[in-house]
């Protein structure tokens, strides 16, 4: 069965560093996410990307943050400059068509010390 | 912005009882969607419905526009159905999802 894969599973940085965490969407899926979930709390949104642009972002989503779909399979999540707060589980999701059944990726764990 | 609650929070239940999660939102959507987050922190979409009821196994979600509501019940439950079940709201076809708090589920032997 088709499934969204995120690398590394965890990481662990170095405050200050900047940290690419990468997804693989399903690969006829057209809209794909970034969300985050900080330890005990709610998942939030942060970007929505289709057609090779931004379609959407939240407010957590400031210059620290950037998206690219390098080649036709990866879909990655930059964060400059990492700081503390940035510690959470980083979600991908992608999704066929609008308005369709978003697939969640299994997580990245990141580590800011 | 809207506002997505559920309850309970927390649920712990004996094998075989019959559960139910619910969930409010505050505006209008364009989709309802349920979600099992497991101890390890992965996130599973169960459901996704915009009207009335749908069925997989043992889980069954309705969904109620008008009182802007939606519930999640599992049937003759199991220990391995235990994990956090999540509700988010999608407002405009493709937007983001905002997600409830979660309930965190324990079913016993």
């Known amino acids: 069965e088709p499934e969204v894969t995120q690398t590394p599973s965890h990481q662990v940085t170095q405050m200050g560093q900047e940290v690419i965490l990468r997804c693989v969407p399903i690969?006829?899926?057209?809209?794909f996410y970034w969300y985050r979930q900080i330890l005990g709390q709610k998942v939030e949104f942060l970007v929505s990307?289709?057609?090779?642009?931004?379609?959407?972002k939240s407010e957590i989503f400031d210059d620290q943050f950037s998206v690219e779909r390098p080649d036709g399979s990866n879909f990655t999540l930059k964060i400059r400059s990492t700081k503390l707060e940035d510690s959470a589980m980083y979600f991908c999701?992608?999704?066929?068509?609008?308005?369709?059944?978003?697939?969640f990726g299994q997580g990245t764990r990141l580590t800011v010390v | 912005k809207n506002e997505v609650e559920q309850s309970p929070q927390n649920l712990t239940a004996q094998e075989g009882e019959f559960i139910t999660i619910n969930c409010s939102y505050s505006?209008?959507?364009?989709?309802l969607h349920w979600l099992q987050q497991h101890p390890g922190g992965g996130i599973v979409s169960l459901f996704m419905?915009?009207?009335g009821k749908k069925k997989h196994g043992r889980l069954i979600a309705t969904i109620n526009i008008q009182e802007k509501h939606s519930s999640l019940h599992i049937t003759a439950s199991h220990p391995r159905d235990s994990a956090v079940y999540i509700c988010?709201?999608?407002?405009?076809?493709?937007?983001?999802?905002?997600f409830g708090e979660g309930t965190q589920l324990t079913v016993n032997p």
């Open positions: 999701a992608s999704s066929r068509f609008m308005g369709t059944e978003a697939f």
């Open positions: 990307f289709y057609n090779n642009e931004i379609s959407e």
């Open positions: 419905l915009s009207s």
């Open positions: 988010a709201a999608e407002e405009t076809s493709g937007s983001r999802l905002t």
């Open positions: 505006v209008g959507i364009s989709a």
């Open positions: 690969s006829n899926h057209l809209y």
